[in-house]
């Protein structure tokens, strides 16, 4: 019998569509994906217990990529796995000095210095606000670990 279902081929065909729907999926997410998509989705991890809004992250991530064009292939490859990113992410899995744990410090190190976060005292409960891209190098000297 030829046209007969049998275990074998539901499993088989099942498996083929998995693969099918799971490779449209991942490219239509590559096709859309931008270098931004990726920043947000650590900070949004990383930074879940503060009160931040989105358009922050968002503004943020552009100007974080204004710095560093150099990365910016990268870092659109990596935001094909945003969302992914934005729920778990690898850095407690990985060793010290891995290169992802070091993208990640840096990019939550940075947004925290450019937002009001240690001028406040560090504190959780209030909302936090943007002040402006922290670069050393272009940004006069604020007085982060003093509270107001």
Same mark, same amino acid.
């Given at each position: 019998m030829a046209g007969k279902l049998t275990r074998r081929n539901l499993l088989l065909f099942s498996g083929l569509g998995f693969l099918a729907a799971s490779?449209?999926?991942l490219f239509r997410s590559w096709a859309t994906a931008t270098e931004t998509d990726i920043i947000v989705a650590i900070l949004r991890n990383r930074l879940r217990p503060l009160k931040i809004?989105?358009?922050i992250f968002k503004q943020f991530s552009v100007e974080y990529i204004e710095t560093r064009k150099e990365y910016a292939d990268r870092l659109r490859f990596l935001g094909t796995f945003a969302e =992914?990113? &934005?729920?778990?992410?690898?850095?407690?899995?990985l060793?010290?000095?891995? !290169?992802?744990?070091?993208?990640?410090?840096?990019?939550?190190?940075?947004? =925290?210095? &450019?937002?009001?976060f240690f001028q406040?005292?560090?504190?959780?409960?209030? !909302?936090v606000k943007y002040l402006g891209f922290y670069d050393p190098y272009r940004r006069p000297c604020v007085q982060f670990f003093t509270s107001n």
């Amino acid at each position: 019998m030829a046209g007969k279902l049998t275990r074998r081929n539901l499993l088989l065909f099942s498996g083929l569509g998995f693969l099918a729907a799971s490779g449209a999926a991942l490219f239509r997410s590559w096709a859309t994906a931008t270098e931004t998509d990726i920043i947000v989705a650590i900070l949004r991890n990383r930074l879940r217990p503060l009160k931040i809004e989105v358009e922050i992250f968002k503004q943020f991530s552009v100007e974080y990529i204004e710095t560093r064009k150099e990365y910016a292939d990268r870092l659109r490859f990596l935001g094909t796995f945003a969302e =992914l990113f &934005s729920v778990i992410t690898p850095y407690q899995l990985l060793p010290k000095g891995h !290169p992802w744990r070091r993208m990640e410090n840096n990019i939550v190190s940075t947004f =925290l210095l &450019s937002t009001d976060f240690f001028q406040n005292g560090a504190r959780t409960d209030i !909302p936090v606000k943007y002040l402006g891209f922290y670069d050393p190098y272009r940004r006069p000297c604020v007085q982060f670990f003093t509270s107001n």
